[in-house]
């Protein structure tokens, strides 16, 4: 049986990154650090250290917290060429048919709706839009809204082919051409799920407020660390995701950092942005890492197998999710800031 060209694609590029681990992995790994990124404490702790779960990487992977400020982050932290082979596949796949289920939709509903009730802007840049799924769903409640999107792929080139988004920039936000092309020049500048995959969250952040009209409206969404979830689960809890996840601010954080900005918090929550996935995915990851390798000649069976599973784990998510929501089991939080005359 041929082998499709997809999975050709995804062979090369693992053969080249073991290839290159042949002079040793370090090269991937820039210095362990003895303080925290967010607020120069000493105090830290790891938080967990094990392989790949999804992608099984070779390596082994650290995830640390800041005792004092509650700051998790990766330590050492990967190279801009250890995250170029740890990205290699996860966003055509996984994550691409993750975009199209309809949980996520539904959870980009709710941050479009949370938008709707403050706003109804004339321009939106979605950072990080890959595909370009929110936009896509967000055009529903705001049919007169032009979307943008900007991405360090050329996923965003194909997203604007297929009427998705109106301008597709390619690069990432803090590249000076970039921001000064796009200074002041959008209503709203959302980041759903995004800071968590950059070196330098504040910068990002600079950078965001750059491009913003003045009293322009910021919407952040990331993974909440404070999870119980994070603790009961650990190196399954899918916003873990390391090695690709590099910070996970708590929004504690994040608040006293857009204020230090120059910003006023519009509204903060940790109900709505609350994804029922946890358990589903957590035992995916693990029934994934205990198959044999792709192409065993059991995996297939076995993963048949374990979709009942997963399937009643999925549901389980859903039935609990009105109840989670509302306590400290909520997985991802939302912060919408207002970009004052003082911001960047």
Same mark, same amino acid.
């Given at each position: 049986?041929?082998?499709?060209?997809?999975?050709?694609?995804?062979?090369?590029?693992?053969?080249?990154?073991?290839?290159?681990?042949?002079?040793?992995?370090?090269?991937?790994?820039?210095?362990?650090?003895?303080?925290?990124? &967010?607020?120069?404490?000493?105090?830290?702790?790891?938080?967990?250290?094990?392989?790949?779960?999804?992608?099984?990487?070779?390596?082994?992977?650290?995830?640390?917290?800041?005792?004092?400020?509650?700051?998790?982050?990766?330590?050492?932290?990967?190279?801009?060429?250890?995250?170029?082979?740890?990205?290699?596949?996860?966003?055509?796949?996984?994550?691409?048919?993750?975009?199209?289920?309809? @949980?996520?939709?539904?959870?980009?509903?709710?941050?479009?709706?949370?938008?709707?009730?403050?706003?109804?802007?004339?321009? &939106?840049?979605?950072? @990080?839009?890959?595909?370009?799924?929110?936009?896509?769903?967000?055009?529903?409640?705001?049919?007169?809204?032009?979307?943008?999107?900007?991405?360090?792929?050329?996923?965003?080139?194909?997203?604007?082919?297929?009427?998705?988004?109106?301008?597709?920039?390619?690069?990432?936000?803090?590249?000076?051409?970039?921001?000064?092309?796009?200074?002041?020049?959008?209503?709203?500048?959302?980041?759903?799920?995004?800071?968590?995959?950059?070196?330098?969250?504040?910068?990002?952040?600079?950078?965001?407020?750059?491009?913003?009209?003045?009293?322009?409206?910021?919407?952040?969404?990331?993974?909440?660390?404070?999870?119980?979830?994070?603790?009961?689960?650990?190196? &399954? &809890?899918?916003?873990?995701?390391?090695?690709?996840?590099?910070?996970?601010?708590?929004?504690?954080?994040?608040?006293?950092?857009?204020?230090?900005?120059?910003?006023?918090?519009?509204?903060?929550?940790?109900?709505?942005?609350?994804?029922?996935?946890?358990?589903?995915?957590?035992?995916?990851?693990?029934?994934?890492?205990?198959?044999?390798?792709?192409?065993?000649?059991?995996?297939?069976?076995?993963?048949?197998?374990?979709?009942?599973?997963?399937?009643?784990?999925?549901?389980?998510?859903?039935?609990?999710?009105?109840?989670?929501?509302?306590?400290?089991?909520?997985?991802?939080?939302?912060?919408?800031?207002?970009? @004052?005359?003082?911001?960047?």
């Amino acid at each position: 049986m041929p082998v499709p060209l997809a999975r050709q694609a995804a062979d090369r590029r693992r053969a080249a990154y073991l290839a290159a681990l042949a002079d040793g992995a370090d090269r991937f790994h820039e210095p362990r650090r003895a303080t925290c990124p &967010w607020c120069g404490s000493a105090r830290l702790r790891t938080r967990l250290r094990s392989g790949d779960p999804r992608q099984r990487t070779p390596g082994t992977f650290a995830v640390d917290a800041c005792r004092d400020c509650g700051h998790v982050f990766q330590n050492p932290r990967l190279t801009a060429e250890g995250l170029v082979f740890a990205h290699r596949d996860v966003y055509e796949g996984h994550l691409e048919a993750s975009a199209t289920r309809g @949980g996520l939709r539904r959870a980009h509903r709710r941050a479009a709706r949370a938008m709707l009730r403050l706003t109804e802007p004339e321009s &939106w840049l979605d950072v @990080g839009t890959g595909h370009a799924r929110f936009p896509e769903t967000a055009r529903e409640l705001l049919p007169y809204t032009a979307f943008d999107g900007l991405d360090p792929t050329g996923r965003v080139e194909e997203a604007r082919a297929a009427g998705r988004i109106e301008e597709a920039h390619v690069g990432h936000l803090t590249d000076p051409r970039i921001t000064a092309r796009l200074r002041a020049r959008y209503d709203v500048v959302s980041m759903l799920h995004h800071l968590q995959h950059v070196p330098d969250p504040r910068a990002e952040l600079r950078a965001a407020l750059g491009v913003l009209r003045p009293g322009g409206l910021l919407l952040i969404e990331l993974p909440d660390p404070r999870c119980v979830f994070a603790a009961l689960l650990g190196r &399954w &809890w899918p916003p873990h995701d390391h090695p690709r996840h590099l910070h996970l601010p708590p929004p504690a954080n994040l608040i006293a950092e857009l204020r230090a900005q120059g910003c006023t918090i519009v509204a903060a929550d940790r109900r709505a942005p609350h994804v029922p996935c946890d358990l589903a995915a957590a035992l995916s990851l693990a029934l994934a890492h205990a198959l044999p390798a792709p192409d065993g000649p059991w995996r297939a069976a076995l993963t048949g197998a374990g979709s009942p599973l997963v399937a009643l784990a999925s549901a389980l998510d859903h039935a609990l999710a009105p109840v989670l929501r509302r306590t400290p089991f909520s997985n991802a939080y939302r912060v919408v800031a207002r970009k @004052g005359a003082s911001a960047p």
